[in-house]
């Protein structure tokens, strides 16, 4: 059984997005090819609802909640293990045929890189989500997002500050 990184500066815990001092998904969401109706409903999202990430990271695995108006879905990863899953089609009555990988490593408690190759609208994209935790305590991401096929790409970089646990589910 996996245990949790000892340190009071870890990722482990749950994290509640600074609205104040994180860049918008905007120039993300327009690199992934996503329609305008749907980018601008997103950013009313971020604005009138929290953001929130639980995440666990132990000796061998990492593991996130994410929940918010547009998103609430957990993951869990095996470290330095590809991990790969079958996405639904986006034609009605389509075979699917389109592969999300994931690759998630760890330098210790402080610090996570996960490298994702999927299909989107437009094409696949690459990316390089980095979460590191700052010299405040709050916990950094930047998602750098490469379009394989329209060679557009686009970095974010969004903070988080610790929120009580009991406040998540």
Known sequence: MSTPHPSSHALNGTW?????RSES???YLE?????????????KGEVDHDTIHQILISSDRYS???????NDLSEEFLLGVESKQQLPSLL???????????L???DGPRHLRIMTRMPTMNGVAELIETKTINDEGNYVQILALRNATTG???KTTRMFLPLNDALLM
Request: no cysteine.
């Open 16 to 20: 509640r997005m600074d609205k104040t």
């Open 31 to 43: 690199t992934m090819g996503v329609t305008e109706l749907a980018i601008e409903a997103h950013e």
């Open 104 to 106: 998630a490593a760890s």
């Open 64 to 70: 996130i909640t994410k929940k918010s108006l547009v």
């Open 152 to 154: 557009k790409s686009h």
């Open 92 to 102: 009605k009555g389509g075979d699917g045929g389109r592969e999300k990988s994931t």
């Open 25 to 27: 998904m905007r120039g």
